[in-house]
């Protein structure tokens, strides 16, 4: 029975996977858009576009021989080792992915030694706390700060108060290692975080265990005991930290784009921006390359540090006890936000007055004016309500797709396995390659995302409410099966979905952010916060407060997020616990009352 | 005379394991059979495939009042449901968390389209023996004695001849065991209704019932006898070794 099991979960993965690939090949005819006039601009500026001339590129293209033939050729060249050439420049794609990838690569190693240095700063106090046996109640929350500090804030912060104000290092380009070390701070920081914050929530449990009293008792050194409790903690959370580098590669998007590293995010980013397909499959190909590697080595790992014992489930960890925080701490976030958000909607966000532009704060425009003299203060709480109304919509479809998915387990597994993978800013570029950036592909590429732990907690509460003696009793009655699912499954698990989903707001509206930040949600002049740090973020030695202001914004909505899931409603006879789940900005695990 | 329940050669497998062992049993009206054995002998799976919650395999018959029971399905079988009805040994789990037990008591009624007003509400709670003025209350407001008195309700509103019932006392505190026991006992006196009354307490089961099967583990019945007669001279080896009479092996 297992082995069945595992066999049509990994057929789901495959299916998931295949399905993927086929979309990336399949983009240019998904689109739906006619390329023949920009690859003609591309091939030579003098050339007409007369309709012969555009009919011809598109016979060249393969275009109108439908679907299936161009997804065949594009797997076809895949087989021969190419990519195309670009639609854009005409050049080759195989060797800009190649030289992408390679310096995305070093970027990628250089922040994960600063990610296994944050992570190891992070769980250290528990560390040392545990050798001692005073470790006491969940872990810390420092390393969940940190985890929910978007790379594209983090990056756009460093590069204000490292690159601009002190000049102390380089804040553009790749021309030497002193280029790497701030890109690699933005990205690791963050990953770090929550590798740190995985170990942290480990340890209370591990530490609990009787083992490591015995040792203590008996003599053994604290460095061995710490040893020890490392050994135990790990290798569980190994598969998870596959998952972190997967995540990079959406940090690399943001933080290539920043700090202009000519990566594979940047190139896919501006790949998708300037709807060039080919150059966009060949990155994104890529990059679900280099998840699939990390997956790969993940379990490959764990392997080699759990041995024989992996098979038949033998060893499992004790259930991570996250810190509690208490109401408290978001509620006075949650204020301080709708104080200015409430402020700022007062006030028009759309008058250009180019008198006052990159205006100080005054009493007149108490954050200051922007690049085109409008007003900072209201610009933020105009944003607010399009970013968080957006958000709203995001959560409410995610929430649908998490009670419709929940019901059906199996159907979602490889889906959700995908989802889970897809850090949102790459979503956000597949989406945006389709639609063309607006905020309604943001939106998209984000509730695609956004369901799966959703859809879990679903799954568990809808499993839980069957197996119940009181469902035994309605069918006992004679309840028939819609009487039971519209009267009694339904409303069990609908409440503590929605709750979920609530919670889960911000780390939505930060994902959304992220995209309008890189310039695939809403566009100018629409005033979204990550619009507003991109658009601010060039006039920052002019005018400090208008790039500050909805950094800080951002960053409370951050807390707001990590704080929010850190609460755990009053539980009533049992708690479902939702695993962590992987993904950037919206991985926050959540306990919810059944 | 048709025996209110017949249960003939009744087989029920988990994948390929088999938990009820071909398994035969009669229960008339008015009388009481208790199922015992040990937990994990497969006493709730019979109880569940007698209510139709799990289909029993080819071979098996479940007759109530004459009628064959196995092999119906949907609406035919939801139809004969109110003549035989569950009460569940976990008090609290058996009730819907976030209704009124005065709506769950009723909600049979309503399932079957019958009148399900709160004069019906509070007669059922009485002849239960709970305040009707607890109607309201949601079943974490109240103690695992009323929780289980509302379940017994809700089994009645259709008004059965059968009532299988799965331990149910046996999640609730010493002090309202004997509450529920007598008024089952009395509702049985009252209203003539058949019980099979699954337990692993004997003391419990000589007490209440007329007569007493025995399942062994792996689902198989060993002996059949009235009550008196089982505990005062058991025959199969396993009865006795249950009993306390023959030394348990090494």
């Known amino acids: 029975m297992r082995n069945n099991?595992?066999?049509?979960?990994?057929?789901?993965?495959?299916?998931?996977?295949?399905?993927?690939?086929?979309?990336?090949?399949?983009?240019?005819?998904?689109?739906?858009?006619?390329?023949?006039?920009?690859?003609?601009?591309?091939?030579?500026?003098?050339?007409?576009?007369?309709?012969?001339?555009?009919?011809?590129?598109?016979?060249?293209?393969?275009l109108e021989a439908g679907p299936f033939a161009l997804l065949g050729d594009w797997a076809g060249g895949l087989l021969r080792g190419e990519l195309g050439t670009s639609w854009?420049?005409?050049?080759?794609?195989?060797?800009?992915?190649?030289?992408?990838?390679?310096?995305?690569?070093?970027?990628?190693?250089?922040?994960?030694?600063?990610?296994?240095?944050?992570?190891?700063?992070?769980?250290?106090?528990?560390?040392v706390?545990?050798?001692?046996?005073?470790?006491?109640?969940?872990?810390?929350?420092?390393?969940?700060?940190?985890?929910?500090?978007?790379?594209?804030?983090?990056?756009?912060?460093?590069?204000?108060?490292?690159?601009?104000?002190?000049?102390?290092?380089?804040?553009?380009?790749w021309q030497g290692p002193e280029h790497l070390l701030l890109p690699a701070l933005a990205m690791g920081v963050p990953a770090g975080g929550l590798l740190g914050r995985l170990v942290d929530d480990a340890l209370p449990a591990v530490f609990r265990e009787r083992w490591t009293d015995v040792w203590r008792a008996s003599g053994v050194s604290r460095l061995r005991v710490v040893a020890a409790a490392l050994r135990r903690a790990l290798p569980a959370l190994v598969p998870q930290a596959g998952l972190v580098v997967v995540g990079?590669?959406?940090?690399?998007?943001?933080?290539?784009?920043?700090?202009?590293?000519?990566?594979?995010?940047?190139?896919?980013?501006?790949?998708?921006?300037?709807?060039?397909?080919?150059?966009?499959?060949?990155?994104?190909?890529?990059?679900l390359l280099l998840a699939l590697a990390a997956g790969g080595c993940a379990a490959l790992v764990r392997r080699r540090l759990f041995g024989a014992a992996l098979k038949g489930g033998?060893?499992?960890?004790?259930?991570?006890?996250?810190?509690?925080?208490?109401?408290?701490?978001?509620?006075?976030?949650?204020?301080?936000?709708?104080?200015?958000?409430?402020?700022?909607?007062?006030?028009?966000?759309?008058?250009?007055?180019?008198?006052?532009?990159?205006?100080?704060?005054?009493?007149?425009?108490?954050?200051?004016?922007d690049a085109l003299g409008r007003d900072v203060l209201a610009r933020l709480g105009h944003g607010a309500t399009t970013t968080v109304g957006v958000a709203l919509a995001v959560c409410a479809v995610s929430f649908v797709l998490a009670l419709a998915i929940g019901f059906l387990p199996n159907a979602g597994a490889g889906l959700a396995d995908i989802a889970n993978a897809l850090p949102p800013v790459i979503a956000g570029v597949l989406v945006a390659a389709l639609t063309g950036p607006s905020t309604f592909g943001a939106s998209l590429a984000v509730a695609l995302i956004s369901w799966p732990p959703l859809a879990a907690h679903a799954a568990a509460l809808v499993q839980e409410v069957r197996a119940s003696s009181h469902v035994m009793a309605l069918r006992a009655i004679g309840a028939g099966p819609a009487w039971i699912l519209m009267r009694h499954v339904l409303p069990a698990v609908a409440g503590p979905v929605a709750r979920h989903a609530v919670l889960r707001l911000p780390g939505v509206a930060l994902a959304l952010a992220a995209l309008g930040f890189l310039g695939l949600g809403a566009q100018p002049p629409s005033p979204e916060w990550g619009l507003l740090l991109d658009e601010s973020r060039l006039y920052v030695e002019r005018a400090p407060v208008a790039a500050l202001a909805p950094a800080v914004a951002l960053a409370l909505l951050a807390a707001l997020a990590v704080t929010l899931a850190g609460l755990r409603p009053r539980t009533r006879r049992s708690a479902v616990s939702i695993a962590p789940t992987p993904g950037r900005l919206v991985e926050q695990p959540v306990e919810v009352a059944s | 005379m048709t025996p209110l329940l017949d249960v003939t050669d009744l087989l029920v497998r988990h994948g390929d394991r088999t938990v009820v062992d071909r398994v035969s049993f009669q229960v008339d009206e008015g009388e009481t059979l208790a199922l015992i054995g040990e937990s994990g002998a497969g006493k709730s799976s019979t109880a569940l495939a007698v209510l139709g919650l799990v289909g029993p395999e080819p071979g098996s018959s479940v007759r109530f009042a004459g009628q064959e029971?196995?092999?119906?399905?949907?609406?035919?079988?939801?139809?004969?449901?109110?003549?035989?009805?569950?009460?569940?040994?976990?008090?609290?789990?058996?009730?819907?968390?976030?209704a009124p037990i005065g709506r769950t008591i009723t909600e049979p009624l309503r399932v079957h389209g019958r009148p399900a007003g709160a004069a019906r509400a509070a007669e059922l709670m009485e002849l239960v023996g709970l305040d009707p003025a607890y109607a309201d209350r949601l079943p974490h407001?109240?103690?695992?004695?009323?929780?289980?008195?509302?379940?017994?309700?809700?089994?009645?509103?259709?008004?059965?001849?059968?009532?299988?019932?799965?331990?149910?006392?046996?999640?609730?505190?010493?002090?309202?065991?004997?509450?529920?026991?007598?008024?089952?006992?009395?509702?049985?006196?009252?209203?003539?209704?058949?019980?099979?009354?699954?337990?692993?307490?004997?003391?419990?089961?000589?007490?209440?019932?007329?007569?007493?099967?025995?399942?062994?583990?792996?689902?198989?019945?060993?002996?059949?006898?009235?009550?008196?007669?089982?505990?005062a001279s058991p025959r199969d080896p396993y009865t006795k070794q249950l009993l306390g009479w023959a030394p348990s092996r090494p």
Not at chain 1, 130 to 152: D, K
Not at chain 1, 337 to 348: A, E, K, P, S, Y
Not at chain 2, 185 to 197: D, N
């Open chain 1, 248 to 287: 990079l590669t959406g940090g690399a998007v943001a933080v290539e784009t920043v700090f202009a590293v000519p990566g594979l995010g940047r190139t896919a980013l501006g790949a998708a921006k300037s709807q060039d397909l080919p150059l966009l499959q060949g990155c994104v190909l890529a990059l």
């Open chain 1, 129 to 173: 706390r545990g050798a001692r046996g005073t470790l006491r109640g969940g872990g810390g929350a420092a390393g969940a700060m940190l985890a929910a500090v978007p790379e594209f804030l983090l990056a756009t912060v460093l590069l204000i108060v490292l690159g601009v104000w002190a000049g102390a290092l380089p804040v553009s380009g």
């Open chain 1, 314 to 369: 033998a060893l499992t960890l004790p259930a991570p006890q996250p810190g509690r925080v208490r109401a408290r701490v978001p509620a006075a976030l949650a204020a301080v936000l709708l104080l200015v958000i409430g402020t700022g909607l007062l006030r028009d966000p759309y008058t250009v007055d180019t008198a006052l532009r990159l205006a100080d704060p005054s009493a007149a425009h108490p954050l200051g004016t």
């Open chain 1, 5 to 62: 099991k595992a066999l049509r979960a990994g057929l789901a993965r495959l299916a998931a996977l295949t399905a993927v690939v086929a979309t990336v090949g399949l983009l240019p005819w998904l689109s739906g858009k006619d390329p023949a006039l920009s690859v003609l601009r591309a091939r030579s500026a003098e050339q007409e576009p007369t309709a012969e001339a555009l009919a011809a590129v598109r016979r060249d293209l393969g």
């Open chain 2, 141 to 231: 407001e109240l103690s695992g004695g009323q929780c289980q008195r509302a379940g017994i309700a809700r089994a009645l509103a259709l008004d059965p001849r059968l009532l299988v019932l799965d331990e149910p006392v046996s999640a609730l505190d010493p002090s309202v065991r004997s509450g529920v026991v007598n008024l089952l006992t009395g509702l049985q006196k009252r209203l003539g209704l058949g019980y099979l009354f699954i337990s692993h307490d004997l003391d419990l089961v000589h007490h209440v019932a007329h007569r007493v099967a025995v399942m062994a583990p792996g689902g198989r019945l060993v002996e059949t006898a009235p009550t008196h007669e089982l505990f």
């Open chain 1, 88 to 127: 854009v420049s005409g050049a080759e794609v195989l060797p800009s992915v190649r030289s992408g990838l390679g310096v995305s690569l070093t970027l990628m190693a250089a922040s994960l030694v600063v990610a296994l240095l944050v992570a190891s700063a992070v769980c250290a106090p528990a560390l």
């Open chain 2, 69 to 98: 029971l196995t092999g119906l399905k949907g609406r035919r079988l939801r139809a004969l449901r109110p003549r035989f009805q569950p009460v569940f040994q976990d008090p609290y789990g058996s009730l819907d968390p976030r």
